[in-house]
């Protein structure tokens, strides 16, 4: 069974840091590209973040640029999402998803999907 489920969300002010997890199972690791969404209410959801499976390339939506960091760790198949410090208007719902087969840009989108964690920045 397919299974991404996300951890590490919480509330934090503004100016901190999160580090979120994506934790992956029932699928080939390596051949799936996998990236960072996330929804607030009343949004769509919105990719924040991509990492290419065939040469770790990434990709970063513009508001997040330098604050944020994607990583992914083979050994224990999972992709990480480095939150620095974070702003109000990061509060949202963070997903984790993969594709085996698009590569990471501002198009990328998931098949497979976790069930979210909530992240809060308080004004």
């Known amino acids: 069974e397919v299974q991404l489920v996300e951890s590490g969300g919480g509330f934090v002010q503004a100016g901190g840091s999160l580090r979120l997890s994506c934790k992956t199972s029932g699928f080939a690791f390596a051949d799936y590209t996998i990236g960072w969404f996330r929804q607030a209410p009343g949004e769509e959801r919105e990719q924040v973040s991509c990492f290419n499976k065939n040469d770790g390339s990434t990709y970063y939506e513009d508001s997040v640029k330098g604050r944020f960091s994607i990583s992914s760790d083979k050994a224990r198949n999972t992709v990480y999402l480095q939150m620095n410090n974070l702003k109000p208007e990061d509060s949202a719902v963070y997903y984790c998803?993969?594709?085996?087969?698009?590569?990471?840009?501002?198009?990328?989108?998931?098949?497979?999907w976790g069930q979210g964690t909530q992240v809060t920045v308080p004004e």
């Open positions: 998803g993969a594709h085996p087969d698009y590569v990471c840009t501002r198009w990328f989108w998931a098949i497979f």
